[in-house]
C-alpha cells in the first residue's frame, strides 16, 4: 500500500478547507520571517488539497471542521507533521539531561528523517491515529462511511488501501490496539501529534481519547506537555 501518499494529501487539504469556509479566494501568504512554527512556508507543498478537503470534511464533521481548519492548515504534509514532532521530542528530550548526566546521543527517527523504505511503517501507524481520533466523538455512522469511502476513492487508485482505510473505519474505537501500531517510540509521538489535530479537546469525549491513548502509547507526561505545547505553536 502506498499510505504515504493518501496521508501528505489528507494532510495537506486544511489549507484548501479552512480558505473554501472562509470564502477567501486570495492565496495564502508564505510565514513571514522569524514566526515562530517550525512549518514555514511547508504549507501546500503537497498536491491534491483540494480533493482531500472533502475526506477531511467528513472525517472531522461539518461543525467541527468549521471550528477545526485553522488546526488543520497548519500541516503542510506528512514530512511537517515529522518537523513539528522532532523538535517537540528533542525539546523533551534535552530536558531530560540534567547536569552532569550523558547527553541522549540517540539521533531521533522521526518520518521526515528515515529511509524511504521506513516512511510506510510510520505513515500505516500515524493514519490509523488519523482515523481513530476522528472517530472520537461517534459522528461518523454507516452513511457518513460510505460518503468517506467514496472521498478516499477519489485520493487513491490503491484497491488495497482503499479497503483498509474502510476496515479501520469500521473498527470498534480501541486506543489500546491503535497504540500497538507504534513500534518506535518517535511513531508514538507522531501519532499523537497527528491526533492532536483531529480532536476538539474542549470536547469531553475527545479529551478522554486523547489522554487514554497518550497511556496505551506510554508517553511520558512531559513529552506528551510538550507534544501539546508545539501544536499549538504551530498552529
Not at 504549507?43 to 480533493?51: D, E, N, R, V, Y
Not at 501500531?181 to 469531553?204: K, R
Amino acid at each position: 500500500m502506498n499510505t504515504r501518499s493518501l496521508l501528505d494529501q489528507l494532510l495537506s487539504a486544511g489549507k484548501d478547507l479552512l480558505q473554501n469556509q472562509q470564502g477567501n479566494s486570495q492565496p495564502r501568504q508564505p510565514a513571514a520571517p522569524g514566526n515562530n512554527s517550525p512549518l514555514g512556508g511547508m504549507l501546500g507543498s503537497i498536491g491534491g488539497g483540494a480533493l482531500g478537503g472533502g475526506a477531511v470534511s467528513l472525517l472531522l464533521g461539518s461543525k467541527k471542521a468549521r471550528k477545526m481548519g485553522g488546526k488543520v492548515i497548519t500541516y503542510g504534509g506528512l514530512a511537517a507533521l515529522g518537523v513539528v514532532a522532532y523538535r517537540a521530542y528533542s525539546n523533551w528530550q534535552q530536558k531530560q539531561n540534567q547536569p552532569g548526566a550523558p547527553a541522549i546521543e540517540a539521533p531521533l527517527r522521526t518520518v521526515d528523517r528515515v529511509p524511504a523504505a521506513e516512511v510506510e511503517q510510520h505513515s500505516q501507524a500515524i493514519l490509523r491515529a488519523v482515523i481513530g481520533a476522528a472517530k472520537a466523538d461517534g459522528h461518523i455512522d454507516d452513511r457518513e462511511r460510505e460518503l468517506i469511502d467514496g472521498e478516499i476513492a477519489k485520493l487513491t487508485t490503491d484497491a488495497q488501501l482503499t479497503q483498509w482505510f474502510d476496515q479501520e473505519l469500521r473498527k470498534p474505537l480501541d486506543p489500546a490496539d491503535i497504540a500497538r501500531s507504534a513500534s518506535t517510540p518517535e511513531i508514538a509521538a507522531e501519532m499523537y501529534l497527528a491526533s492532536i489535530i483531529m480532536v476538539d479537546e474542549e470536547n469531553y469525549m475527545e479529551r478522554a481519547y486523547l489522554d487514554e491513548l497518550a497511556r496505551q502509547l506510554k508517553l511520558e507526561s512531559g513529552l506528551k506537555a510538550e507534544l501539546e505545547k508545539q501544536a499549538a505553536v504551530a498552529q
